[in-house]
């Protein structure tokens, strides 16, 4: 089985901070990648999907790119709602999601 | 307005068996895959099944594969997870997702909790 690997399993940045995860796969798996935002006590939220592209409503200060092992999510400017824990998901024949990278303040 | 209502989650003992429910509205609700997925306490995601829009292509999670079963109606806009032989580790909250074709989940319910305890 596919294996989603993130890094890193969390991170304090500052406010305005870029900030980047990355996600690997132990095989190439084409763009077949989401991710998804949960804040404490709230449901997943989709933000991107085929590994780039912009759920509709999402605040565009989140990008998505890679393809094949490789992938990475990036906030340009964290805010303070931004605060959460961050989701990959890989999603060709078996899906699987990343351990999870969380997201604090500094 | 979309939205998806998990039900059927509760207490069982190693062993037992639960059935969930998922119901669907305001969309078309066989136009799209359906997803189980599941959160232990304080633990992250972790997808459980999914099944395609027509019922034709299931897939499982290795954890559950031989325990729990997938299903749905679409006339009654529903899904179902049986799921039998359950262990403490399965213990978690279980969320319905909708997919549009396989790209990401991107309606989720509020969850249903599913407790193992003796």
């Known amino acids: 089985d596919i294996q989603m690997t993130q890094s890193p399993s969390s991170l304090s940045a500052s406010v305005g901070d870029r900030v980047t995860i990355t996600c690997r796969a132990s095989?190439?798996?084409?763009?077949?990648l989401a991710w998804y935002q949960q804040k404490p006590g709230k449901v997943p939220k989709l933000l991107i999907y085929a590994a780039s592209t912009l759920q509709s409503g999402v605040p565009s200060r989140f990008s998505g790119s890679g393809s094949g092992t490789d992938f990475t999510l990036t906030i340009s400017s964290l805010q303070p709602e931004d605060v959460a824990t961050y989701y990959c998901?890989?999603?060709?024949?078996?899906?699987?999601f990343g351990q999870g990278t969380k997201v604090e303040i500094k | 307005q979309v939205q998806l209502v998990e039900s059927g989650g509760g207490l069982v003992k190693p062993g037992g068996s639960l059935r969930l429910s998922c119901a669907a509205s305001?969309?078309?609700?066989?136009?799209?895959?359906m997803s189980w997925i599941r959160q232990a306490p304080g633990k992250g995601l972790e997808w459980v099944s999914y099944?395609?829009?027509?019922?034709?292509?299931?897939y499982y999670a290795d954890s559950v594969k031989g325990r729990f079963t997938i299903s749905r109606d679409n006339a009654k806009n529903s899904l179902y997870l049986q799921m039998n032989s359950l262990r403490a580790e399965d213990t978690a909250v279980y969320y319905c997702?909708?997919?549009?074709?396989?790209?990401?989940?991107?309606?989720w319910g509020q969850g249903t909790t599913v407790t193992v305890s003796s």
């Open positions: 997702a909708r997919s549009p074709q396989g790209d990401g989940m991107d309606v």
């Open positions: 095989q190439g798996i084409s763009n077949y």
């Open positions: 998901q890989k999603y060709n024949s078996a899906w699987t």
């Open positions: 099944i395609s829009s027509s019922g034709s292509t299931i």
């Open positions: 305001g969309f078309t609700f066989s136009d799209y895959y």
